[in-house]
């Protein structure tokens, strides 16, 4: 094709397009971006992952007894299941009926390898969370371990009243707390070290405290009450956020945080977060809070600690 006929060729199709009323045009158009919309819509749904459902060994967790020996596996809380044992056609969920929580902050780490980093990151969420959440008292005849088994917080509701059962032992407000492992799928020891941190913590008068992120200094542990520490073991490497959604299937807190395994986040500033959730949460108790290190750009904690978010949420 020659250029003078190449140009006659064009010259007569953008006549031909003249010619065309600009109603026909936008319909045009319209219609071919609704087309590669659907078309999109189409490829990405169906390149896109589905999450596969847990192994029924993944709804089981280990944890230590009070002479320290490790638990076989046993069932884990799912309040997702239950909801979703709810589900029936043309039926709205009562997510007010779930089950009462058994405590009050619920952590999940998502664990793959970390046995080199995951004994720092426990020492410094224990000290804080017995600290400030812990059940455990000193009484006249020594202490006494008020768990979740045996306790249940005393909680108020939008209107003012508490909830709970008199059949219990009272704990004060804002207490209990758990950690669960979610050892994704991990070829190292990270199992191992839970274990060996939740007993030593647990059975020792005077506990190892190990060196974290934010403590570089070594320091005596603190004590922690039995079972406070449930680990979880993934078949098939699911992946941080797999891990994590998984854990937060199965937490009996009322208000549950994940924080990653390295000890990027400061558990300081969980007090803030919860703060927060409590200033913003709806007539029924939800609200969920974000927190980062954004604002730190280019300080010394953001260049020794790799960047990490902090999230937390009340499943109520």
Not at 281 to 287: C, I, N, P, S
Request: glycine share 8%; hydrophobic share 35%; net charge negative.
């Amino acid at each position: 094709m020659t250029e003078g006929t190449f140009l006659g060729t064009c010259g007569h199709c953008a006549e031909l397009l003249a010619n065309v009323p600009l109603s026909v045009l936008l319909v045009t158009l319209v219609a071919t971006l609704a087309g590669l919309s659907v078309l999109f819509y189409i490829t990405l749904y169906t390149v896109a992952p589905v999450p596969r459902k847990p192994f029924p060994e993944e709804k089981k967790y280990r944890t230590l007894l009070k002479n320290g020996s490790i638990t076989e596996p046993l069932d884990l809380p799912c309040w997702q299941d239950a909801l979703d044992a709810q589900k029936r056609p043309g039926r709205v969920l009562d997510h007010t009926s779930m089950e009462e929580a058994d405590l009050f902050m619920s952590l999940v780490v998502p664990a793959y390898n970390e046995e080199d980093r995951l004994a720092g990151m426990l020492e410094e969420a224990v000290d804080y969370l017995e600290k400030v959440y812990g059940t455990v008292t000193n009484s006249a005849n020594g202490a006494e371990t008020v768990t979740a088994e045996n306790a249940v917080r005393q909680r108020k509701q939008a209107n003012g009243h508490t909830n709970g059962s008199a059949t219990h032992r009272p704990v004060h407000d804002n207490k209990g707390w758990e950690i669960i492992i979610v050892s994704d799928g991990s070829k190292d020891k990270t199992e191992e070290i839970a274990f060996t941190f939740a007993r030593d913590h647990q059975l020792s008068m005077h506990p190892k405290g190990y060196a974290g992120p934010w403590t570089p200094g070594t320091h005596e542990g603190v004590r922690i009450p039995p079972g406070t520490i449930r680990v979880v073991c993934l078949t098939e490497n699911r992946g941080k956020g797999g891990a994590v959604t998984h854990g937060m299937r199965h937490v009996r807190g009322q208000y549950v945080v994940f924080a990653d395994a390295d000890g990027a986040s400061k558990f300081e500033d969980l007090g803030k977060l919860v703060a927060a959730c409590q200033e913003t949460e709806d007539a029924k108790g939800r609200a969920v809070a974000v927190g980062s290190r954004a604002h730190m750009v280019g300080s010394e904690a953001v260049v020794k600690v790799c960047s990490n978010i902090s999230f937390l949420y009340t499943r109520d």
